[in-house]
């Protein structure tokens, strides 16, 4: 089976279903290109009776990347840790967000008590030597605070489903939108990808300094010192943990969510073979997403994509196996 048209199509064409992503129904593998893979992974539902084959629809921009949300924090250093009680009074934002807020980013509809002066305890007692201030004063003249330069707003965060930072709106744009000039698609995808990789190194860094707690059997995650107490875990053994997560220190995927995706090194050859799962790499969907769509492959995840394998020919392979 051949491929012929992908590189014949004009752009829009090709562009339309490099953006097709498939998502499968009954589990949430993700794939990159204009056809779904034919490695046997599947979990889904009644996945047996398909020898574990995926069965593939088309895909969208939340299932190339989507932002895990944690409760804001008001007072990080006196109060971090949510109640049981609570958890409907206290809004739930993207934690990735949350990391810039208690870094530094200042939003109006998100404040958080900023301080001069260390919170001490002694002897179980929290002793806060900052004076009591109002909302309002710590809503407004903090915002020259923020020294880091990485921390300012241009992490992809969509708010309240209105106002789109630029790197989804990139991303969204890379998906859906028919450009008729080759260039112009490869340079959104150039500057999607940059925008990406910007994202995940400025939060690695923000997490140096601000801790990030991670459920050890669920997805949850918590940005501050400790994790909250909302009795929430569905995961396995909750009921020995009264429902309350099991809190450890997160680690920068729990907090972008980043899908990985098998990479796709021949966009013209025929569907990733079962048979040749092991020479293929993984890489996060939106990276793989814009290398499809043009962008240099970044050093950093050359060899997640296994490029110094040598991936032989599906009828090679019962020979060198
Ligand atoms: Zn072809
Ligand atoms: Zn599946
Ligand atoms: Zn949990």
């Known amino acids: 089976m051949h491929f012929g048209w992908a590189k014949d199509l004009t752009i829009i064409c090709l562009l339309i279903y490099l953006a097709k992503l498939g998502l499968l129904r009954f589990c949430f593998e993700v794939h990159i290109g204009h056809v779904g893979h034919e490695i046997r992974t599947c979990t889904g539902e009644k996945s047996g009776?398909?020898?574990?084959?995926?069965?593939?629809?088309?895909?969208?921009?939340?299932?190339?990347?989507?932002?895990?949300?944690?409760?804001?924090?008001?007072?990080?250093?006196?109060?971090?840790?949510?109640?049981?009680?609570?958890?409907?009074?206290?809004?739930?934002?993207?934690?990735?967000?949350?990391?810039?807020?208690?870094?530094?980013?200042?939003?109006?509809?998100?404040?958080?008590?900023?301080?001069?002066?260390?919170?001490?305890?002694?002897?179980?007692?929290?002793?806060?030597?900052?004076?009591?201030?109002?909302?309002?004063?710590?809503?407004?003249?903090?915002?020259?605070?923020?020294?880091?330069?990485?921390?300012?707003?241009?992490?992809?965060?969509?708010?309240?489903?209105?106002?789109?930072?630029?790197f989804l709106r990139k991303l969204s744009n890379t998906l859906d939108q028919q450009y008729e000039v080759d260039t112009e698609v490869r340079q959104l995808s150039i500057q999607t990808l940059d925008s990406w990789l910007e994202m995940v190194s400025g939060a690695k860094k923000i997490m140096e300094k601000y801790m990030v707690q991670t459920c050890g059997y669920c997805p949850e995650v918590q940005v501050g010192p400790k994790g909250h107490k909302v009795r929430m875990c569905r995961a396995s053994k909750h009921q020995s943990r009264n429902g309350l997560h099991a809190w450890q220190e997160a680690m920068i995927d729990d907090l972008v969510g980043p899908n990985y995706v098998w990479h796709v090194r021949d966009l013209e050859a025929p569907p990733l073979d079962n048979k040749l799962k092991r020479y293929y790499g993984k890489v996060p969907a939106v990276v793989e997403l814009c290398v499809q769509a043009g962008a240099p492959i970044p050093d950093q995840y050359r060899s997640m994509m296994r490029l110094d394998v040598v991936c032989p020919d599906s009828d090679e392979v019962d020979l060198v196996a």
């Open 49 to 166: 009776f398909r020898s574990a084959t995926h069965i593939w629809r088309k895909g969208s921009v939340q299932d190339v990347v989507f932002f895990p949300k944690c409760y804001h924090l008001y007072d990080r250093a006196v109060k971090p840790r949510v109640g049981h009680d609570e958890k409907h009074d206290i809004p739930r934002i993207p934690a990735i967000l949350e990391l810039c807020i208690q870094a530094g980013v200042d939003l109006e509809k998100y404040p958080t008590k900023r301080r001069t002066k260390p919170v001490y305890n002694i002897e179980g007692r929290i002793v806060d030597f900052e004076s009591v201030k109002e909302m309002n004063e710590v809503k407004t003249g903090l915002s020259t605070r923020s020294s880091d330069n990485f921390v300012k707003s241009d992490f992809g965060i969509e708010l309240e489903g209105t106002s789109k930072s630029s």
